[in-house]
């Protein structure tokens, strides 16, 4: 197994103090900080933007992995690319077509960024079989996304286990990353099933141990 990455996800963090937080996860063994941004249209609910993003870039230099929960992902993937973010991950959905989603992905890593795409827990994973060899991440969304604190979703556990095979059969690179509901309980379960990235929001901000509670998802 390929070794394990922690992406704590600002969403769950206290915003009038962004920078202790982001010095307490600099403590931890986490390497990327998940950043969600949500329009109030593709997702319920509005978060933060690329100014935000461009502040927090300065403050550290973890691995900046940006969550487009947007309607016009290739409206703004290159303010984000702009302001910091390493990774910029967009939703399937957003399209629903194989060329439109690889013309974005081709966009943004002429930008300089790496790339991913989202799927939703009722979306199958078959569509997005195609596009893997082309990305470099894979996000698989255990809660319908808009919220932190939601309650992890099984059945991602089954497309976590069928993207490992496809990926290792046909010895591609992308990672597969998975987003809600994630503690020390669900998150070696998607270990095991063959996850590399876990992002975790509310399990980890709020709580003065993070740095703990980041060491014991790598149990
Ligand atoms: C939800 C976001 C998540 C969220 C996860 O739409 O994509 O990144 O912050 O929060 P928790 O870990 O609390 O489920
Ligand atoms: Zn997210």
């Not at 984000?80 to 399937?92: E, M």
């Not at 957003?94 to 439109?100: G, I, L, S």
């Amino acid at each position: 197994m390929a070794e394990l990455i922690v992406a704590p996800s600002l969403l769950s963090a206290d915003f009038s103090n962004l920078e202790r937080e982001i010095e307490l996860v600099k403590k931890s063994k986490a390497k990327w900080i998940h950043f969600d941004v949500m329009d109030g249209h593709f997702v319920p609910n509005i978060s933060f933007g690329s100014k935000v993003l461009a502040d927090v870039s300065k403050l550290s230099d973890l691995f900046l992995d940006v969550h487009l929960m947007i309607t016009d992902p290739d409206k703004y993937a290159e303010t984000f690319v702009r302001a910091g973010a390493d990774l910029i991950t967009f939703h399937y959905e957003v399209f629903d077509d194989y060329d439109v989603c690889l013309e974005l992905i081709q966009k943004i890593k002429a930008l300089g960024a790496q790339v991913g795409i989202s799927v939703k827990p009722k979306t199958v994973t078959n569509a997005v079989l195609p596009l893997l060899r082309h990305l470099n991440l894979i996000l698989v969304m255990s809660v319908e996304p808009g919220f932190g604190g939601q309650k992890f979703q099984e059945q991602a556990l089954s497309k976590i286990r069928d993207l490992r095979k496809y990926i290792d059969r046909n010895h591609l690179k992308c990672l597969i990353e998975v987003d809600g509901g994630i503690d020390e309980f669900t998150g070696p379960r998607c270990r095991e099933a063959g996850v590399d990235v876990l992002v975790a929001g509310s399990y980890l901000f709020g709580h003065a141990d993070l740095p703990e509670r980041v060491e014991r998802l790598f149990e």
